[in-house]
């Protein structure tokens, strides 16, 4: 049954220090209500003694310590029904609520130690009584129980332990070195000391004995945050970060009412190299009333923002909780929604109130944060007001999507964007020539995630993102349109027959060859129709291994272009055919190229362009 429900074998100390833990608690909160408990109060302690010759580890406490009725209903639960019986209800429990009834009831935690134990012996005494009980047990589904009289007040647990097995993790439990691990590791924030007496032999050969505290018991994220310094708050850092640099900005929350949890969190001020592998590892550990449960516990925190570090400490989780349930509990939701928003809502005060700090974090986070655009549509507007993007309008300067709506010109409905490589790609592709030409700001979206997240927003403050590489672009005023009016429709005569020509002979390539009204200087580019997918996201889909059917683009002319115009009128005087058709496959390369696209046959292009040099010499 216990192998069903935990695969570390270390955790049995946990638990045990965990319970007794509880003990003291229980006896310091009695001893508050009942007046008449007549119990010392002033050394609360858990003591764990080792005895490698016996191979014994014993944990004992002084809190409140149980009665017959209690170990019986308590402890002695498991054993009665039997450990099959148990295993069965386990398997039966389809729901994730039933489970962790199960697995949440006193006693599970405690047979932990038979994964580690040939037997187990308890010896117990509750605060008020006289008279102590003694329990005793192989795992095996029986146990014997007997009274004692000369029991100290508390709980005392002594684990016989089974051989060291190291194929089979069975660790020497009796090694000083190995408590200190697992105490250092799941219970360093225990409240309560844990104590051990250690030997050590000098240089004379004398063993000496001292009493050591194993646990620092300094829990942070449990002290008002005007109690702690900032030095403090480096410090704890580090330790769950392993990170030798100050954090950027710290949180520390606590969450109250139905459910209640402390969190103390960091915003580190540079990305962990890792950050974007997929084994990468996350920041966050979670603990259960100061008791270590997990390291990178994903259900607290969304994937875009596995940079932050830190704890969560929630009081009312069972301490043995396993991983699936844990991601459908609700109270553990409930803590990530609030969790997301005040680390979102950090960031945007660092935006409004410390620029330098803003920086520092978009600099390091901005691409991972952009991320939650797509998985967290709930807080997908205040990632809007985050987000910082480059843009035309300043070089040096990133700008936020509200600042891009402050500068758009009158009568300006949407806002632009392009996709690229590399900002030099985007400022020097043939799309941005007629928004340069107006005066538009046009965004620069160089991240691999932004050929996604804009597709999908789709809009910010009721204004559509719109790609200037996508459907027809039209700048001009009203006036404007007027003015021009009668020169488009001449050129639409004139050049219908080459377009016609052209969009059958490159059929292949494209789906239509058109004019356009985006270019000013270059011959020719290749736009998409205004809800096809990008070349870029294409290429990604099938870097990810899923086959995406190939997306047939457009071929917009510059009319105004003497090569054009050469290629109209060649066309009209009824030249060779598969001259021009050639002349057309080069212009349709270089518009690719120039957009930073990859040619479907770069021999063929290299061939026709290496010839028509070759005729010009």
């Known amino acids: 049954m216990v192998?069903?429900?935990?695969?570390?074998?270390?955790?049995?100390?946990?638990?045990?220090?965990s319970n007794a833990s509880d003990a003291l608690d229980k006896l310091?909160?009695?001893?508050?209500?009942?007046?008449?408990?007549?119990?010392?109060?002033?050394?609360?302690?858990?003591?764990?003694?080792?005895?490698?010759?016996?191979?014994?580890?014993?944990?004992?406490d002084n809190g409140i310590g149980m009665s017959r009725d209690d170990v019986v209903a308590l402890i002695g639960t498991i054993a009665r029904s039997g450990t099959a019986e148990?295993?069965?209800?386990?398997?039966?429990s389809r729901d994730s609520a039933a489970s962790?009834?199960?697995?949440?009831?006193?006693?599970?935690?405690?047979?932990?130690?038979?994964?580690?134990?040939?037997?187990?012996?308890?010896?117990?005494?509750?605060?008020?009584?006289?008279?102590?009980?003694r329990w005793e047990s192989t795992g095996g589904g029986t146990y014997e129980i007997a009274t004692v009289d000369d029991a100290p007040q508390g709980t005392s647990v002594t684990v016989h332990l089974k051989p060291e097995d190291s194929e089979d993790n069975l660790f020497d439990y009796t090694a000083e070195a190995k408590i200190r691990e697992i105490v250092k590791r799941y219970s360093d924030f225990i409240s309560w000391p844990i104590r051990m007496t250690v030997s050590s032999t000098g240089e004379d050969g004398a063993v000496t004995?001292?009493?050591?505290?194993?646990?620092?018991?300094?829990?942070?994220?449990?002290?008002?945050?005007?109690?702690?310094?900032?030095?403090?708050?480096?410090?704890?850092?580090?330790?769950?970060?392993?990170?030798?640099t100050d954090p950027l900005e710290t949180i520390h929350m606590r969450g109250e009412g139905t459910f209640e949890y402390e969190a103390l969190l960091f915003i580190p001020a540079h990305a962990p190299y890792d950050l974007f592998m997929r084994e990468g590892r996350r920041g966050v550990q979670l603990y259960v009333k100061r008791v270590f449960i997990m390291e990178d516990c994903e259900a607290l925190i969304p994937n875009?923002?596995?940079?932050?570090?830190?704890?969560?400490?929630?009081?009312?989780?069972?301490?043995?909780i396993?991983?699936?349930?844990?991601?459908?509990?609700?109270?553990?939701?409930?803590?990530?929604?609030?969790?997301?928003?005040?680390?979102?809502?950090?960031v945007k005060d660092l935006k409004a109130n410390n620029e330098e700090k803003y920086r520092t974090l978009w600099a390091e986070f901005g691409r991972a944060l952009k991320e939650g655009l797509l998985e967290d549509p709930d807080n997908r507007d205040t990632l809007l007001e985050i987000v910082s993007v480059a843009s035309t309008d300043d070089p040096a300067e990133l700008t936020t999507l509200a600042g891009y709506v402050e500068r758009m010109k009158d009568g300006q409905g949407d806002i632009y964007y392009a996709t690229g490589e590399s900002r030099s790609m985007i400022e020097n592709s043939p799309h941005m020539e007629a928004f340069r030409a107006k005066g538009y700001e046009v965004l620069i979206l160089t991240d691999p995630v932004d050929e996604v997240w804009v597709e999908q927003v789709g809009q910010f403050d009721g204004k559509a993102l719109r790609s200037i590489a996508k459907g027809q672009v039209d700048l001009d005023t009203e006036e404007e349109k007027k003015e021009a009016e009668a020169e488009r429709e001449q050129r639409t005569q004139e050049f219908a027959g080459l377009l016609t020509f052209l969009t059958e002979k490159l059929a292949e390539n494209v789906k239509e060859v058109r004019l356009s009204s985006r270019l000013t200087t270059s011959p020719?580019?290749?736009?998409?129709?205004?809800?096809?997918?990008?070349?870029t996201l294409e290429k990604m889909y099938r870097a990810m291994g899923q086959e995406v059917p190939p997306v047939k683009r457009i071929l917009e002319l510059n009319p105004t272009h003497p090569l054009v115009a050469g290629l109209r009128t060649s066309h009209e005087q009824g030249e060779d055919p598969a001259a021009l058709v050639e002349t057309a496959e080069l212009l349709y390369g270089m518009a690719l190229l120039a957009e930073g696209g990859e040619l479907t046959d770069p021999a063929r292009f290299t061939r026709l362009l290496a010839d028509r040099l070759a005729r010009t010499l």
């Open 3 to 17: 192998h069903s429900i935990y695969s570390n074998k270390d955790v049995f100390l946990r638990e045990l220090i």
């Open 28 to 60: 310091r909160l009695e001893s508050m209500i009942d007046k008449d408990l007549q119990v010392d109060t002033g050394d609360l302690h858990v003591e764990l003694v080792a005895d490698p010759e016996a191979r014994t580890l014993t944990v004992r």
């Open 86 to 92: 148990l295993l069965q209800k386990l398997r039966d």
């Open 100 to 133: 962790q009834e199960l697995i949440g009831q006193f006693g599970v935690g405690f047979y932990a130690t038979f994964m580690v134990a040939e037997k187990v012996t308890l010896v117990t005494r509750r605060a008020g009584e006289t008279e102590g009980t």
């Open 209 to 244: 004995s001292e009493v050591q505290t194993l646990n620092s018991m300094k829990a942070l994220w449990a002290r008002p945050r005007d109690e702690v310094a900032e030095e403090e708050y480096r410090d704890f850092y580090r330790h769950v970060s392993h990170d030798w």
């Open 304 to 320: 875009y923002l596995r940079f932050v570090k830190g704890v969560v400490d929630a009081h009312d989780l069972s301490l043995n």
């Open 322 to 346: 396993s991983r699936e349930i844990l991601q459908q509990d609700r109270q553990i939701q409930v803590v990530r929604r609030r969790l997301v928003r005040k680390i979102l809502s950090t």
């Open 524 to 535: 020719a580019c290749v736009v998409g129709d205004a809800y096809d997918m990008t070349p």
